[in-house]
Structures are given as structure tokens and as C-alpha cells.
């Protein structure tokens, strides 16, 4: 493996979000700023508990784990979609890299965005003194494992996209709703039988759900479940991801 290849690429690929800092970084924290104050401290105060915590210590964790994707995914998507539409794509496929390498570099950039911008969610959480953490060990690895699957899936986009309103279709139309539809604001129990069952098909809601139990040792659906489906998308996002960049989709010609 051409580790300083690799490591450059790495450095390339965070220095260009670091580049734009206010866009990539600063944006979701007052996004998830508001988030906190407006739905957690104000709306929350006049919310009685859920499951025996407050409000805010509720929603924070789906709160968290929405920035997260939305980096995660971000990140990737943009880059190679960008790299692709201004040609920049052709240093990328010339450069002494294999194809693993140049997919760990855009993933491990993408995971190092997302768990910045949870890290600076995090600590905007303090403030209002509804930052918890139950399980350090289970929050890393739900929080890297998220990042995982959405800079994979950010990749197939980027791959995939030909406009700026297709690199941003999945992210308004299924990651927001289904993200919103996953238990951030409400618990499960507060819906209907028949729309509890539908919430389980969603696997938006065992990742905001497992990462609730890290916090604040809640949890509300199967934890084993959800580990099992984010190996499962780990896995199939990256072996398709890999087997496109290996055919050359999308890349040359």
C-alpha cells in the first residue's frame, strides 16, 4: 500500500473542507445550535419527560446524529462530484493510487468531517448542560459507523450525479425526512401500533436510536438489530462503491 500516497490524499481531501470552514464546520453547528436552544431548551421546557429524561437530553443524540450524516455524506458527494464535473478527476486516476486507496481516502475524510462537526454538536450541547455520555466506546463506534455508510453512499452519488440537483436529491428527499421520521423528536411510543411498526422498518431510526442508548442509556428499539444492519450497509455500500471505481464507472472516458 503507497501510504504516503494515501496520507497526502487524506490531507487534500480534510484541507479542502477546512478550507471553507464556515460552510462546512460553523454552518451545522448554528444549525444544530438552533436545533438545541429553540426545540430543546425553549420547546422543552414545556415538554414532561419521555422515558423518564428530559427533553433535551432526548433529541440530542438525533440532532447529532443528522449533522453527522449530513457531513459525512457531504463531503464525499461534493468532492468527487466536483472533481468529476471540473475534470480535476484525471490527477486522482494518474496518481500512483489503487482504487482502495483512493476510496479510504475520500471515506477517511469524510468520517474525520462527520465526527468534527458531532464532536462541535457535542460541546454546543454542554452549554446547555445536556451533553451525556453513557457508553464512550458504543457512541464512537455508532458515530464512525454511520460515517462510514454515508461516505460511501456520498461516493455512489458523486459517481452517479450529472447536476448539482442530482448530487443534492438524495439528501432532500429520503436522508432529511427519513432522518426526521427516525425518532429525533418524538419517541416511538407516542405513535400508533400500525406507524410503530413502520418506524421500525427504518434504518435512520436504529441509528439515532443506538447512539440515544450511548448517551444517555435509552433505547427504545433492538440494539442488536441495528448493529447488524449497519455492518450490512457498511459492507454492501462499500464492495459497490469499490466494483464501481474498480470498472472505472463513471471515472474515464
Known amino acids: 500500500m503507497n501510504l504516503i500516497g494515501l496520507q497526502t490524499f487524506i490531507q487534500r481531501e480534510i484541507q479542502r473542507f477546512l478550507r471553507v470552514a464556515i460552510q462546512t464546520l ?24 419521555i422515558a423518564g429524561v428530559t427533553y433535551i437530553d432526548f433529541v440530542l443524540p438525533g440532532i447529532l ?5 449530513n457531513s459525512a455524506f457531504g463531503q464525499t458527494s461534493s468532492s468527487l462530484y466536483f472533481q468529476r464535473f471540473a475534470r480535476h478527476i484525471e490527477e486522482v486516476l494518474v496518481a ?3 482504487y482502495l486507496e483512493m476510496i479510504l481516502g ?26 451525556n455520555m453513557e457508553h464512550v466506546g458504543l457512541f464512537l463506534l455508532y458515530s464512525i459507523g454511520v460515517s462510514l455508510i454515508f461516505s460511501f453512499l456520498g461516493l455512489l452519488i458523486g459517481l452517479w450525479a450529472d447536476s448539482f440537483e442530482q ?3 438524495l439528501n432532500t428527499f429520503i436522508i432529511t425526512p427519513l432522518t426526521f421520521l427516525g425518532g429525533v423528536f418524538n419517541s416511538i411510543h407516542m ?13 435512520f431510526f ?14 427504545e428499539g433492538s ?3 441495528g448493529a447488524v444492519i449497519m455492518v450490512i450497509l457498511v459492507l454492501a455500500f462499500g464492495g459497490l462503491t469499490w466494483y464501481l471505481f474498480s470498472t472505472g464507472w463513471r471515472l474515464r472516458g
Open 26 to 49: 460553523v454552518s451545522p453547528w448554528i444549525s444544530a445550535l438552533l436545533y438545541i436552544f429553540i426545540f430543546g431548551y425553549v420547546v422543552g421546557q414545556r415538554i414532561d419527560l
Open 65 to 69: 446524529m443528522l449533522n453527522l450524516i
Open 96 to 98: 500512483p493510487l489503487s
Open 106 to 131: 475520500y471515506v477517511i475524510a469524510g468520517v474525520v468531517r462527520g465526527l468534527v462537526v458531532g464532536f462541535g454538536v457535542f460541546m454546543i450541547a454542554v452549554v446547555f448542560s445536556a451533553a
Open 167 to 169: 448530487l443534492t436529491i
Open 191 to 203: 405513535l400508533p401500533e400500525k406507524a410503530q411498526l413502520i418506524m421500525k422498518l427504518n434504518p
Open 206 to 219: 436504529y441509528f439515532v436510536d443506538g447512539l440515544r442508548y450511548s448517551m444517555i442509556g435509552l433505547h
Open 223 to 225: 440494539l442488536f438489530v
